[in-house]
């Protein structure tokens, strides 16, 4: 099975560096979709732990993983990291996503609105 999610050279090395401040060998970047924000679904990621339904995979020398449900919406999306005058963090690019608002993490498809709330 091929990779869920792309990473640019520039995530990997951001994220490399942020896992090697940790003490946990075991730590992953989890990337996931949730409801919320102004377009229905909001991106998250965070430094976690694999759980037995979660897909793992590797790429860049950075072990992912993904949880079920945000499987179907993250498919073929690829992670920036991002660094510029206007300010630092990741970017996501998403093809599954038909509109995305302004703060840029948020997004609908064309089948599933979500549940819009603010932006956070």
Known sequence: MGHLVTLTNSAAEKITSLLAGKEDDQLALRIYIKSG???GFSYGMA???AKDTDQVFEQEGVKIVIDEM????????QVDYVDSMMGAGFKIENPNASSTC????SFRTKDNAGAPGACS
């Open 37 to 39: 924000g102004c377009s």
């Open 102 to 105: 302004g703060c840029g993490s």
């Open 70 to 77: 945000s499987r179907q919406y993250l498919e073929g999306a």
């Open 47 to 49: 430094l976690d732990r």
